[in-house]
């Protein structure tokens, strides 16, 4: 079973690989980012089109009647639609959320910017959140840093930041649970 994860990692990438060559050729690889973005959302968002996306139920020619509507209704065109199409003939539409994350890695890549995932307990002020993006900044080597952040009060204080594939839980929950354990075992 784990190798069908990275079997489809692997497929994923290589289609996120060729539709950036062929986006930039086009010099459409901003446009193409965008929109598949914006399908992603709308997968993230409807059951019915996660179920359309993912099961073997519905035929190649199916699911593309069904995605046309969709793509027209959301201004979605050119390479991004027909590439989404094409992933829905080759029977692969379960596998394009990873082939979208794929793209938009590749893309960030060639951009110069890195994604940072931050979990705050309340929101942060402007000026918290200019020094943390300068800290990330520097900590990627200058890149630029797009932050998304989140706000959950069930991390009670501190944050969490997820850089890349580098994790840093500083939140005070954390903590907490840590010396909880610790005295668990002293005790």
Same mark, same amino acid.
């Given at each position: 079973?784990?190798?069908?994860?990275?079997?489809?990692?692997?497929?994923?990438?290589?289609?996120?690989?060729?539709?950036?060559?062929?986006? $930039?050729?086009?010099?459409?690889?901003?446009?193409?980012?965008?929109?598949?973005?914006?399908?992603?959302?709308?997968?993230?968002?409807?059951?019915?089109?996660?179920?359309?996306?993912?099961?073997?139920?519905?035929?190649?020619?199916?699911?593309?009647?069904? =995605?046309?509507?969709?793509?027209?209704?959301?201004?979605?065109?050119?390479?991004?639609?027909?590439?989404?199409?094409?992933?829905?003939?080759?029977?692969?539409?379960?596998?394009?959320?990873?082939?979208?994350?794929?793209?938009?890695?590749?893309?960030?890549?060639?951009?110069?910017?890195?994604?940072?995932?931050?979990?705050?307990?309340?929101?942060?002020?402007?000026?918290?959140?200019?020094? =943390?993006?300068?800290? =990330?900044?520097?900590?990627?080597?200058?890149?630029?840093?797009?932050?998304?952040?989140?706000?959950?009060? $069930?991390?009670?204080?501190?944050?969490?930041?997820?850089?890349?594939?580098?994790?840093?839980?500083?939140?005070?929950?954390?903590?907490?649970?840590?010396?909880?354990?610790?005295?668990?075992?002293?005790?």
């Amino acid at each position: 079973m784990a190798s069908d994860g990275a079997e489809l990692s692997g497929a994923a990438g290589r289609y996120a690989a060729a539709l950036y060559e062929l986006a $930039s050729d086009s010099r459409a690889a901003e446009q193409v980012a965008k929109a598949l973005a914006a399908f992603g959302r709308l997968i993230e968002g409807s059951a019915d089109l996660q179920r359309l996306v993912k099961s073997p139920v519905f035929s190649a020619q199916e699911q593309i009647r069904a =995605l046309d509507p969709i793509l027209a209704r959301a201004k979605i065109s050119g390479v991004a639609a027909n590439f989404i199409r094409f992933v829905a003939s080759k029977r692969r539409l379960f596998a394009l959320p990873a082939m979208i994350s794929a793209y938009q890695r590749r893309h960030d890549e060639a951009k110069g910017v890195v994604r940072a995932a931050v979990t705050v307990a309340a929101p942060l002020a402007r000026r918290h959140e200019r020094a =943390l993006q300068q800290a =990330l900044t520097s900590v990627t080597g200058g890149k630029t840093v797009e932050m998304n952040v989140e706000v959950d009060p $069930s991390i009670i204080g501190g944050l969490k930041v997820k850089l890349g594939s580098r994790m840093v839980d500083a939140s005070l929950k954390t903590k907490l649970n840590s010396i909880r354990t610790r005295m668990k075992e002293v005790g």
